[in-house]
């Protein structure tokens, strides 16, 4: 199986994403990052949180830069990429695209972790996850 | 300790718990509802998920009829009553209201359930527990 | 153009959608049957609330009966169904399943409202509206 | 009366808040802090977002940084202060603790906006509004 280094995921506005200026509220983008997040994971063949996970995936940084609103029903694609991958986290950079409207561009970095006495410790990535994903030659940073 | 029957929450409608049509969503109702729920639990001296938790709570049904709206940064009152304990099943009754407006009625019946075998079944509830609830005399149902 | 009586909706449980107990949490469900609602709407050749629109839907009353669990990445089926249409209101029923599994059971009423000196009021169902809709046949109520 | 440059909003962790992980979900962090400039702007007299509204404030851009998790009922502090006052926008910082426990870091952008032909343009920030603010000798950017 071929690595994956992104995804492209399609999403449309729902009306309780909208908020009372009737655009998409702002902490609603990280949301629409996750989900292409998981879908990225599902299109390399995996679930990001299978029943029978050892390791776990914590949100350590996350941003997003607004350009132009989302409205109620727009249609959008949210494209995800990997940025970097290292021996613990991996880094994501996003963009939310509605046809040639630029509309956000957000990051995202993730360490793996597992839980020891109840808390949780960073841990190598397990290889047969890794092997699945390459950096993108498209990401920026 | 005095068997707890109802309580009071009082609340603050959200930016982000506001629609498009600058009202708050419909569905938020429930959360105010449950927030409600956790907050008589505190008021009986309980969590109702403690970090050693051996039951949960799986709701069968919820309901709410809406008679006014809320809007952003109303402030309101969240009132829960018990309306009746069985042997693995509690019923709440939940009014909400905004000084005299009376904004939403609701219900929600929960279940008491343990895990087995990946799965949840009902099971009585604690003694432990029922102890330290009782039915409102107020409720209506 | 025929009129709309029921419309499938496809959806997948996204994480930020579970919650603790590691199950859709009960309050999502009114979102499922809303944005089934929305499609619903555009099936008939419509959008819910149109850059221009004149009337809005309020929602009087919604409940949900749980009958089974959903889990993270599940796909399942919200199928809508006009129940009742009255001079100013609608019904709608609500199924949710995962495969032949039943998950959930729900009713939603909303009214045809009008903006009036900065409230809503109740206003009738605009024929054009009213005559892309019928009631299903199979519905319960 | 003393313009405002910083507010310390309390809050608790609800159930619908946290994940399967069972540490609160990363994109709630982002109401949060807005939870906490809304406070900051009544704490300030004023509401953000009031009937008789001529501007909007358009989030630009923002930022969380993740060092501990937030578990259900929990209660913590969000602590926002402006770092930053320009002709047409402000920037906040904000830190949530849990009592000594530093748990995230984030900022916000926002942008002054008026409705023109439909859409938003930036707009002055209006004396009356910017009167009541300070920038915190607290910030770091």
Redesign the interface.
Same mark, same amino acid.
Not at 18 to 22: I, L, P, Q, W
């Given at each position: 199986m071929i690595p994956v280094s992104e995804h492209r995921y399609r999403r449309r506005a729902? @009306?309780?994403e909208? %908020?009372?200026?009737?655009i998409v *509220? @702002?902490?609603?983008y @990280?949301?629409y990052m !996750? !989900?292409a997040e *998981?879908a990225l994971w599902?299109a390399a063949g995996m679930?990001? #949180?299978p +029943?029978d996970h050892t390791v $776990?995936w914590?949100?350590? $940084?996350?941003?997003? %830069?607004?350009h132009a +609103?989302l409205r109620? !029903?727009d249609e959008f694609d949210v494209l995800i990429r990997i940025a970097k991958i290292g021996g613990r986290s991996i880094r994501y950079e996003c963009t939310i695209t509605r046809g040639d409207t630029r509309i956000a561009t957000g990051t995202m970095t993730v360490v793996c972790v597992a839980e020891r006495d $109840?808390g #949780?410790v960073s841990t190598p990535i397990p290889p047969e996850i890794a092997s699945r994903f390459t950096v993108s030659a498209e990401a920026t940073a």
């Open positions: 729902q @009306f309780a909208v %908020d009372a200026a009737r *509220h @702002f902490s609603r @990280f949301r !996750e !989900e *998981h599902r679930s990001i #949180m +029943p $776990g914590a949100r350590v $940084g996350a941003s997003f %830069d607004y +609103p109620f !029903e $109840g #949780m």
